[in-house]
Each structure stands twice: as structure tokens, then as C-alpha cells.
């Protein structure tokens, strides 16, 4: 443990932690396969498990117009949504670095949606390290609805 809530861990305490966790890294890691990233080669593939027990695949996909790309972890909850989905528990992310690479900021955001319990989990598709971490350890000042609530009193 780091001391901020995030560590470093292996694929079967992954598993301890989320039961779901090998059905994900799978959808995962065929997302990922299925990404594209002629810009930046680095194709990521993600999936959610939403609240009703639900699970949805993502991945990137670039643009030439870089304001275009959607990230993998948006992918994903984007169509949680999309199939009438209203809470997301977990983030299966992974990468093609040796350390798991953790969600973007942007991304991070988006997942605020749901809450700071968000299970993170970002895994290596050429290794066996995994972080795990909760959202709020991730992003722990996130713009949350109620900032907006404040503002329209």
C-alpha cells in the first residue's frame, strides 16, 4: 500500500477483492484487442460492472481530430448507460505498459458520476501487476453535482 489507498497487487487478490474481476480483465483485454490507436499505439481496453451485476466492454478509439478520441473507460460506461444501467460498482482498465497505467483524468471524472467507492483496477496486458484503488483515492477533490447545487442557490 502507498499510504493513499492505492496498491499494487496480483491478479488472484484482484480476484479476492472483486469475485467479477476475471470475467472483466477478459471483456477487457478483448476490448483492448479491438481498439484503435493509429495515433498513439497504445490501445486500451476497459469494462465496467454496473450496478445491477451487469458487465460492458470499451475501448479507445482515436481520431485524427484528437478532441474526437473517447477513451476506453468512457466507452464502457458509456454503454452501461446505453442498455439503461444507473450505477457503476467497478473499472476493469488495461494497458500494454509493464505497470498498469491508471485512468485518465478526464475518465477518472467521468466515473466520478458514480461515487467514490468506484472500484478502480488497472492491469497490465503484458504482465500480471494490477492497481487496485477507489475512485476517491484516484480523484479525491472531483467536481461532484452538488458543487453545481451550491452554485444555483
Known amino acids: 500500500m502507498t499510504g493513499s489507498g492505492?496498491?499494487?497487487?496480483?491478479?488472484?487478490?484482484?480476484?479476492?477483492?472483486l469475485p467479477e474481476f476475471p470475467v472483466l480483465l477478459k471483456m477487457a483485454l478483448l476490448a483492448q484487442s479491438r481498439a484503435r490507436a493509429p495515433y498513439s499505439g497504445f490501445p486500451v481496453g476497459a469494462a465496467v460492472l454496473a450496478g445491477s451485476g451487469g458487465a460492458f466492454a470499451g475501448c479507445n478509439v482515436e481520431s485524427a481530430s484528437y478532441g474526437a478520441t473517447i477513451c476506453a473507460e468512457?466507452?464502457?460506461?458509456?454503454?452501461?448507460?446505453?442498455?439503461?444501467?444507473?450505477?457503476?460498482?467497478?473499472?476493469?482498465v488495461v494497458t500494454p505498459t509493464a505497470e498498469p497505467s491508471s485512468p485518465c483524468g478526464i475518465c477518472r471524472q467521468l466515473l466520478a458520476e458514480?461515487?467514490?467507492?468506484?472500484?478502480?483496477?488497472?492491469?497490465?496486458?503484458?504482465?500480471?501487476?494490477?492497481?487496485?484503488?477507489?475512485?476517491?483515492?484516484?480523484?479525491?477533490?472531483?467536481?461532484?453535482?452538488?458543487?453545481?447545487?451550491?452554485?444555483?442557490?
Open 6 to 17: 492505492i496498491e499494487l497487487i496480483d491478479r488472484a487478490e484482484a480476484v479476492a477483492r
Open 74 to 92: 468512457r466507452s464502457a460506461v458509456v454503454g452501461a448507460i446505453a442498455a439503461g444501467e444507473t450505477r457503476i460498482r467497478a473499472c476493469v
Open 114 to 153: 458514480f461515487g467514490p467507492d468506484v472500484a478502480i483496477f488497472a492491469a497490465s496486458s503484458v504482465g500480471d501487476g494490477v492497481m487496485a484503488a477507489r475512485l476517491g483515492d484516484l480523484l479525491p477533490l472531483a467536481f461532484w453535482a452538488k458543487n453545481l447545487d451550491e452554485a444555483s442557490r
